[in-house]
């Protein structure tokens, strides 16, 4: 079972629609968690941290549940500029050391 | 003002060749990193150094050799090249201790091996 697991997707949603994806992971010692958006041919860029009481960037929620051990990334209102692969990333309990999903792709289409 | 740069941008080469790429930050991160995105574009880390010393090296080949001048220098030398190597590497650089966690990622370096 990989750490890190992710519907690779894509999804397609219109413009303006709300979509909804997870992520599960499979070390209950994990601490930190993240959502790093990647763009096609490009680096990885943070998108938000997460948090134990979910948090908000405008249009993007994250939410995380430790009983289950997954998190999730909501975008509304879709823009076609939110086209991209979504990574879940989690950070172990000891070090820096960042551990990648494969990816979600999203695709907005108008 | 490129916060992570890398060197080259893409690479061609042969089997059996010896190359490196080249990783430079000047956000003042005392750790950097390298990554090896595949063909399955999944992201996996290789080695990461702070302060110039080696603090994560994971399931990788002799073959790759890391290297740290400085805090803000980390080379990747690959010997013997194999089809397999072909990939995207990414250097990424972060503040260990930092509440964020966030790393910065260099542009890539998309390497094929022929």
């Known amino acids: 079972r990989k750490e890190v697991e992710q519907d690779p997707g894509p999804f397609n949603v219109p413009e303006g629609a709300t979509v909804a994806f997870n992520c599960t992971y499979s070390?209950?010692?994990?601490?930190?968690f993240f959502w790093y958006r990647q763009d096609c041919r490009k680096e990885p860029k943070l998108l938000m941290s997460v948090y134990s009481s979910g948090n908000e960037d405008g249009r993007f929620t994250a939410q995380l549940n430790r009983a289950s051990q997954y998190i999730s990334l909501l975008i509304r209102d879709s823009k076609l500029s939110d086209s991209a692969t979504y990574l879940c990333?989690?950070?172990?309990?000891?070090?820096?050391?960042?551990?990648f999903g494969g990816g979600t792709r999203v695709l907005v289409k108008p | 003002d490129t916060a992570v740069s890398q060197t080259p941008k893409y690479l061609v080469t042969q089997m059996g060749n010896d190359k490196s790429i080249k990783c430079e930050q000047n956000?003042?991160?005392?750790?950097m990193y390298w990554y090896k995105q595949d063909s399955k574009k999944f992201l996996k880390i290789m080695f990461s150094?702070?302060?110039?010393?080696?603090?994560i090296n994971e399931t990788v080949p002799n073959r790759f050799s890391p290297k740290s001048p400085d805090k803000a220098h980390l080379n990747l030398h690959i010997n013997s090249l194999e089809l397999g190597d072909s990939a995207v590497y990414f250097c990424a650089s972060s503040q260990v201790g930092a509440a964020s966690y966030e790393q910065y990622f260099g542009p890539g370096t998309r390497l094929t091996v022929t």
């Open positions: 956000l003042g991160h005392d750790t």
């Open positions: 070390n209950s010692a994990s601490q930190s």
């Open positions: 150094y702070n302060n110039k010393e080696l603090i």
């Open positions: 990333v989690v950070n172990k309990a000891a070090g820096n050391k960042l551990t």
